[in-house]
């Protein structure tokens, strides 16, 4: 099938931002039935770095890839405890800001079926004894090397950051066309890490070189923006994997954003979609007749409720989150 690649963009502020390398234990939560679901998964400055341990990307075999469980369930505890950081202090205004994405060079369903996208793909990685899978996107970066996700997909909120983390663009059936990139650092915001704070459900993976390339060389990368007015219009991609889905392909849904009227206390907007788990981590993309631009990924979603999913909004805090990753 033909590839495509999206032009897309972002900001910058100041607030907290946590990272960390592959490394780390985790624990798999599961969200309650009935309640909601994630779609995959205050304060002060944390920074924590080291250097990349083994080979994550010959850990993913076939078979593991295709047994990893939907990383949805992991931001269950974070709905369900449904409060509000009570330490988060965070300001969440300030002057929008674009940072354009760059190229490589060339029914009644919710959702459409689409080609891969050169820089949109799957996120796999374990967490305690566990396999996920999630999607995600490469976005614009000073290190040429940033993949944006849910915050669940790359940290326990609050607790240990994943392992084995991987990024596989343009996934189609089973294929890697542009091979499997191991991360070597995780970065998400300290409201997630440390309160698993739904609000700040966002997450960047700063990737290895391959054969001396970076990730944007080999398949570009999308525009990121923050701080935007709520309720613009988005078309959401992502590789939902449990049924009726299978995560082989890449889905999209598109609509106009509205807030969670369900837990408004969440902050999030939402738009009419019937993707499910796995879609975690992929992005939410703003077009206009010039560019695209991302600034929002998949969270959750209620189960048994209406076909919505919901993301987090874009503001200081993240972008905070975004720029260390970005500068690493």
């Given at each position: 099938?033909?590839?495509?690649?999206?032009?897309?963009?972002?900001?910058?502020?100041?607030?907290?931002?946590?990272?960390?390398?592959?490394?780390?234990?985790?624990?798999?939560?599961?969200a309650?039935v009935?309640?909601?679901s994630s779609?995959?998964?205050?304060?002060?400055?944390?920074?924590?770095?080291?250097?990349?341990?083994?080979?994550?990307?010959?850990?993913?075999?076939p078979e593991?890839?295709?047994?990893?469980?939907?990383?949805?369930?992991l931001?269950?505890?974070a709905?369900a405890?449904?409060?509000?950081?009570?330490?988060?202090?965070?300001?969440?205004?300030g002057?929008p800001?674009k940072?354009a994405?760059?190229?490589?060079?060339?029914?009644?369903?919710?959702?459409?079926n689409?080609d891969?996208?050169?820089h949109v793909?799957?996120?796999?990685?374990s967490?305690?004894?566990?396999?996920?899978?999630?999607?995600?996107?490469?976005?614009?970066?000073d290190?040429?090397?940033?993949?944006?996700?849910?915050g669940?997909?790359?940290?326990?909120?609050?607790?240990?950051?994943?392992?084995?983390?991987?990024?596989?663009?343009?996934?189609?059936?089973?294929?890697?066309?542009y091979?499997?990139?191991?991360?070597?650092?995780?970065?998400?915001?300290a409201?997630?890490?440390?309160?698993?704070?739904?609000?700040?459900?966002?997450?960047?993976?700063?990737?290895?070189?391959?054969?001396g390339?970076?990730l944007a060389?080999?398949?570009?990368a999308?525009?990121v923006?923050?701080?935007?007015?709520?309720?613009?219009?988005?078309?959401?991609?992502?590789?939902?994997a449990?049924?009726?889905?299978?995560?082989?392909?890449?889905k999209?849904?598109?609509?106009?954003?509205?807030?969670?009227?369900?837990?408004?206390?969440?902050?999030?907007q939402?738009i009419p979609?019937?993707?499910?788990?796995g879609s975690?981590?992929?992005?939410?993309?703003?077009?206009?007749?010039?560019?695209?631009?991302?600034?929002?990924?998949?969270?959750?979603?209620?189960?048994?409720?209406?076909?919505?999913?919901?993301?987090?909004y874009?503001?200081?805090?993240?972008?905070?989150?975004?720029?260390?990753?970005?500068?690493?």
């Amino acid at each position: 099938m033909t590839k495509k690649s999206l032009p897309i963009t972002g900001l910058l502020s100041l607030i907290t931002f946590a990272v960390l390398t592959l490394g780390a234990a985790g624990g798999a939560y599961a969200a309650p039935v009935g309640s909601a679901s994630s779609f995959a998964a205050p304060g002060t400055l944390q920074l924590v770095s080291s250097s990349l341990s083994g080979d994550a990307s010959t850990y993913w075999t076939p078979e593991r890839m295709r047994a990893a469980i939907s990383g949805d369930v992991l931001a269950g505890p974070a709905l369900a405890r449904g409060a509000l950081s009570s330490a988060s202090t965070a300001v969440e205004t300030g002057p929008p800001e674009k940072i354009a994405g760059t190229s490589k060079g060339g029914g009644t369903s919710l959702h459409q079926n689409e080609d891969p996208i050169d820089h949109v793909g799957k996120v796999f990685f374990s967490m305690g004894a566990f396999n996920y899978v999630c999607s995600g996107n490469a976005v614009v970066s000073d290190n040429d090397s940033t993949v944006a996700t849910a915050g669940h997909c790359v940290n326990e909120g609050p607790g240990a950051f994943v392992r084995n983390f991987v990024f596989v663009p343009a996934y189609l059936n089973g294929t890697a066309p542009y091979g499997i990139w191991p991360a070597k650092a995780l970065y998400t915001t300290a409201q997630w890490s440390t309160a698993g704070d739904i609000r700040y459900d966002t997450g960047f993976a700063v990737m290895a070189t391959i054969n001396g390339k970076h990730l944007a060389d080999v398949v570009g990368a999308s525009g990121v923006e923050f701080n935007m007015d709520r309720g613009l219009s988005y078309k959401a991609y992502g590789y939902p994997a449990a049924p009726p889905f299978d995560g082989q392909s890449l889905k999209s849904c598109s609509g106009d954003a509205t807030e969670d009227a369900i837990n408004p206390q969440f902050k999030a907007q939402g738009i009419p979609c019937d993707m499910t788990g796995g879609s975690s981590g992929g992005p939410w993309i703003v077009s206009s007749d010039d560019d695209c631009y991302q600034n929002s990924i998949t969270s959750y979603g209620y189960t048994g409720g209406p076909p919505v999913i919901y993301g987090p909004y874009w503001g200081s805090v993240i972008r905070e989150a975004y720029k260390a990753a970005s500068e690493s």
